[in-house]
Structure formats: structure tokens, C-alpha cells
């Protein structure tokens, strides 16, 4: 049980549907990130959001939405997605968005683009 | 460009040894390093960190050391036990200050422990 729990564990979707991915976290943070990991390739910042506010959108295309309702959800709104945004979708909390602050992943969603 | 690498795809040790996994980076802005491990179909955990103001910080079996000047940072688990077996994923960040915070990571080495 890592405190971080991700929401469906795997997705398949056409390129012309809408879906949305979740995460919730228990453990009190203010902090939540979306990382993408595509084969052979690192993890990849995708957005952060600290307290709330989103501080980082790392150049991710329009056809992912973030939304941060409150400091325990996130969610990642997908739309009309490509196929080589097929990964592994996971999202993390820290404390706050700070340097020294351990991030705490969920075990992600396994995206598949039709 | 990647900023952080580990060459090394995959490690094999025999328990009860000492694994050592590498990591070299190449932006002299990083302070702030990590080590993360992951269990196949889990999410990476985070195992030890260590800052740029010192060269060693350890944690029960797992030391990372720091060679600021080499930018070179390396991870030693010993005793190696089976259940050490896993990707490890070298992290850093820079000081961006409270409100941001980037992890730039590397490829992962899969550690193997021989029983």
C-alpha cells in the first residue's frame, strides 16, 4: 500500500475517445505530479500542482487536461490521444513542490491507444 | 540529451555481496539527488537521498556516495538480498526553490540477486 492510488490500473481507448485517468493520495501531501513513462525512455514531468496551483506544465500537448480539485485528487482528462501516447501514466505526491521533498508514486495506469 | 544516465542496463549479484549501481549526470545545477526502486506492475518507491553538500548518506544496508566532481553518484546495497531485486532508478533535481520541483531521472538499472 504505497498512499497513492491510481484509478483504472489499465485503459484501453480509441483515439477518438474520452477518458480520464485518477489518483488519490492519503497521505496528507500538497503536492501531486502526472509523470509519463514511454518504453526504453525515462520518467517524464509531465504537470505539477502545489496547493492546488498548477506550476508546471512541461510543453504536454492540449489533448491531455489536468485537473486538481483538491491537495488529496488529481486526474489527467484525455482526449482524441495519438498512439504514441501509449505508457505507463503515473502520478505522485511530496509534501510540498520543493527541492528535498521525496515524491511517493501511485502504480500507475497502463494506457493503451488503439 | 539526457541529463542523467545509468549505463548500465542490468546487474546481476550474489547474495549476501555487495551491489553497487551508477549513476553519472551532466548538469552541474543538480543539488539534490535520489535513489527510487521499483517492483515490476508497482510504482517506483523512493529508497535514499542525498544532498550536494555531502559525499555519503546511508540508511541501514543502502549508501549513496556523491562525487560532486566526477557528477558521478553511486548507490551500494549490502548485504544483497533476493527481495533487493528490482529497477533502480537514479533521480536529481535542482534548487529551484519551494513552489517547483523537477525530478529528472534515468533509464533504470535492474538489479538482479542471486539466492
Known amino acids: 500500500e504505497t498512499g497513492v492510488t491510481q484509478t483504472p490500473r489499465h485503459l484501453v481507448m480509441g483515439m477518438t475517445n474520452k477518458k480520464s485517468l485518477k489518483c488519490e493520495q492519503h497521505l496528507g501531501h500538497n503536492a501531486m505530479y502526472w509523470y509519463k513513462q514511454s518504453a526504453k525512455k525515462p520518467l517524464e514531468l509531465m504537470f505539477v500542482?502545489?496547493?492546488?496551483?498548477?506550476?508546471e506544465n512541461n510543453s504536454v500537448p492540449s489533448r491531455f487536461s489536468p485537473e486538481c480539485p483538491n491537495s488529496s485528487h488529481l486526474f489527467l482528462h484525455l482526449h482524441t490521444l495519438q498512439p504514441e501516447d501509449s505508457a505507463l501514466y503515473l502520478c505522485a505526491s511530496s509534501r510540498w513542490a520543493g527541492n528535498d521533498q521525496p515524491q511517493h508514486f501511485g502504480d500507475g495506469t497502463r494506457l493503451s491507444i488503439l | 540529451d539526457q541529463q542523467v544516465k545509468q549505463n548500465s542496463p542490468s546487474l546481476s549479484v550474489q547474495e549476501g555481496r555487495i551491489s553497487i549501481l551508477n549513476c553519472d549526470y551532466t548538469n552541474s545545477m543538480f543539488d539534490y539527488f535520489l535513489w527510487y526502486k521499483k517492483y515490476p506492475a508497482e510504482g517506483p518507491t523512493f529508497l535514499i537521498s542525498?544532498?550536494?553538500?555531502?559525499d555519503k548518506n546511508e540508511d541501514g544496508r543502502f549508501t549513496v556516495f556523491l562525487n560532486k566532481s566526477a557528477k558521478h553518484l553511486s548507490l551500494h546495497i549490502v548485504p544483497s538480498q533476493p527481495g533487493d531485486s528490482a529497477v533502480y532508478f537514479c533521480a536529481a533535481s535542482e534548487g529551484t526553490g519551494a513552489g517547483s520541483y523537477q525530478l529528472t531521472f534515468g533509464k533504470g538499472t535492474k538489479l538482479s540477486v542471486i539466492p
Open positions: 500542482y502545489n496547493f492546488k496551483e498548477q506550476t
Open positions: 542525498i544532498s550536494s553538500i555531502k
